[in-house]
């Protein structure tokens, strides 16, 4: 097992004359855990950065309030002992640690078939996997409630797949993946809320008992693929295609349920059974509530996302706000929480609005928890917590091999940098240039006012990929097309801007993220993707001197594809050509700027007459021309 740790207790807001700068402390791991563990809410963010192994015989202990973030598409196979117990104020979670996630950026937490059945997930938030939890197919002769008051948020294929007998998900709230929960044996389902799922809140293979659920708002609420499962006591409605859709050929019966219509023809048309398919059995019903049931699990509202942490201008004046994972669910009020020393929170106040501003009055730690009551009280349902050590410096950030953390300056870019990423002690500085060079070859871009320059003085190269988001304001992007904004680098040598080729922008939170292996001078720009095949040819310099230097022919391509470029004299006559296959270095597609270097050289490998030649580029069928001067 690795553990990479920074030697940081927190994180730290560092001033750069009138600029703020956060830092936040975390753990790399990944490999095999084969002694008992403990991951530590002071060693939290835990960064995933390989597939984690809890090995048979060992065991580990995750404390409440820890995130652990997985930063690919790494799994979490527990073949030994997991407790991961959180708290309703303190929740532990498992998610992406992509600054735009999405469901399926990491792939599940698996119980496997030497799992400890003592193992236990509650109080969790699990969300942006594949799929949730994944639970090997084992025989107890007890029922095991391992999978117990989680919420599950947006993950992909499954939320919870339950292969065993006598495994029991009980009190859990799912919201938005395929399936919420496929069981395949004898699984028992309940008091749990089912929300928002695309294609079945539950996919049954088997004799499961399934009672006491909400099961509303997805596309099917429960499918029967095969067995005979006890569906007994839920409420089952409001789902877009059916509230039951029977596969099996067999007859089911189904008993005391509340499907909000209250006459059975009315009740049947919600269900998919012998009356749309002769092939398939029939639901036969024993009698339906009238009422919904109270005994199910509440609608929580999703953990709030705490969506920027702003420096203000006045003092250590902090302000921060959030969004809800669930605009269906409305959330009453917030409670504001403040921990002085990393471990002990104190309840500060009770907000109606979805912000907080924070004054801190001196250097130390500060750390705010938000946690959420929705409509009916429930709650309060824990949020994000934000983990912020402050502290005054007017110095350059000292910065080690060993150290991992988040630096956030007052407009709310930040830069994450992990453990391992400069060879040796270093500095790093961030600064707003006071001037922005507008490049000599700009192709399709339109420069914005947003620039962040970085550097690392001390440090020759990067050994790993660093995490720039940059944020910008409606008013920096006039005459600029948002949806086309990319983030840039400067090359000092070519004096133009190169667009960093996997930007990701957030309309919704105006900012744009990158990941990138250097430092240097970035800006937002405009850079709209070429409406031909072929565009923006050119060549630097131009004029040239050939066998003394070479020019640079530049173009943009719409697609990949192969090309082909010739150089002819004002005759016709061709003195120089080169052929590219697609794929080949020069053939990329947009945003990437393709070149290709021409010494004046003609086929032979004699120096071309001085004077005008005739560039012409081929690709994908379309053509494109421009002039070349030889001196």
């Known amino acids: ?210 009672s006491s659920n909400t099961i509303v708002n997805n596309a099917i609420g429960i499918t029967i693929v095969d067995g005979q499962p006890v569906i007994e006591g839920n409420n089952i409605y409001n789902n877009s295609q059916y509230d039951l859709k029977i596969l099996d050929s067999d007859d089911i019966a189904v008993s005391r349920n509340y499907w909000e219509a209250t006459e059975e023809y009315s009740v049947k048309e919600k269900i998919y059974d012998f009356e749309d398919d002769y092939a398939k059995g029939r639901v036969n019903i024993t009698g339906f509530a ?22 203000g201008i006045n003092g250590l004046e902090l302000s921060y706000s959030w969004e809800e994972a669930d605009d269906d669910i409305q959330v009453l009020e917030y409670d504001v929480s403040l921990s002085t020393d990393g471990k002990n929170y104190g309840f500060v106040e009770t907000v109606e609005q979805n912000s907080f501003t924070l004054s801190a009055e001196n250097e130390g730690s500060y750390r705010l928890k938000v946690s959420a009551r929705d409509s009916l009280g429930s709650g309060p349902f824990s949020g994000v917590s934000l983990k912020t050590q402050v502290m005054i410096s007017t110095s350059s950030v000292a910065l080690s091999p060993e ?107 105006n900012c744009i993220s990158a990941r990138v292996n250097q430092a240097a001078l970035f800006r937002v720009m405009e850079y709209a993707p070429p409406s031909s095949q072929i565009e923006e040819l050119s060549n630097y310099p131009n004029p040239f001197e050939g066998g003394l230097e070479t020019t640079k022919i530049r173009y943009l391509l719409a697609e990949v594809s192969g090309v082909k470029i010739a150089i002819y004299d004002l005759t016709g006559s061709l003195v120089w050509k080169k052929t590219l296959n697609s794929g080949e270095p020069g053939t990329g597609a947009y945003p990437a700027v393709n070149e290709v270097e021409w010494d004046g050289k003609n086929g032979s490998g004699q120096l071309a007459d001085m004077g005008s030649y005739i560039c012409v580029v081929e690709s994908a069928g379309s053509e494109a021309r421009t002039k070349i001067g030889v001196k």
């Open 1 to 210: 097992m690795i553990i990479r740790k920074s030697f940081f207790s927190g994180a730290a807001v560092i001033l750069f004359g009138a600029s703020k700068i956060f830092l936040f402390s975390s753990s790399e791991v990944t490999g095999v855990i084969s002694q008992d563990a403990v991951w530590t809410h002071e060693g939290s963010p835990y960064i995933v950065k390989g597939n984690i192994l809890v090995a048979a015989g060992a065991s580990l202990l995750i404390e409440p309030g820890v995130e652990v973030k997985f930063d690919g598409k790494y799994y979490f196979k527990v073949d030994g002992k997991l407790t991961a117990v959180g708290t309703e104020n303190e929740r532990i979670v498992f998610t992406s640690n992509r600054i735009n996630p999405s469901p399926g950026d990491w792939e599940w937490i698996e119980l496997g078939e030497t799992v400890d059945i003592g193992s236990i997930i509650q109080y969790c938030f699990v969300e942006y996997a594949h799929i949730g939890i994944r639970w090997a197919d084992i025989f107890s002769p007890i029922v095991i409630q391992a999978i117990k008051s989680n919420s599950f948020f947006l993950n992909k294929e499954i939320a919870i797949r339950l292969a065993g007998e006598n495994q029991e998900v009980i009190d859990n709230f799912i919201f938005g993946s395929v399936l919420g929960i496929k069981v395949i044996n004898l699984g028992h389902i309940k008091n749990n809320r089912i929300e928002n799922c695309s294609d079945s809140g539950i996919c049954v293979l088997s004799d499961a008992e399934i």
């Open 290 to 311: 009238s009422e919904p049931y109270e005994n199910t699990r509440p609608g929580m509202p999703g953990p709030p996302f705490l969506a920027g942490a702003e420096a």
């Open 403 to 509: 150290e991992s953390f988040i630096l956030v300056d007052e407009s709310g870019s930040r830069i994450e940098i992990s453990s391992g990423t400069v060879s040796g002690p270093t500095s790093l500085i961030v600064r707003t240039p006071g001037e922005i060079p507008e490049g000599l070859y700009n192709p399709g871009m339109k420069g914005t006012s947003v620039a962040k320059e970085i550097s690392f003085p001390d440090a020759s190269s990067l050994l790993k990929e660093i995490l720039i988001v940059v944020t910008y304001r409606d008013s920096d992007l006039q005459g600029v097309n948002e949806q086309e904004l990319r983030l840039c680098y400067y090359n000092p040598l070519t004096r133009d801007w190169v667009a960093v080729n996997n930007s990701e922008t957030d309309t919704s939170r």
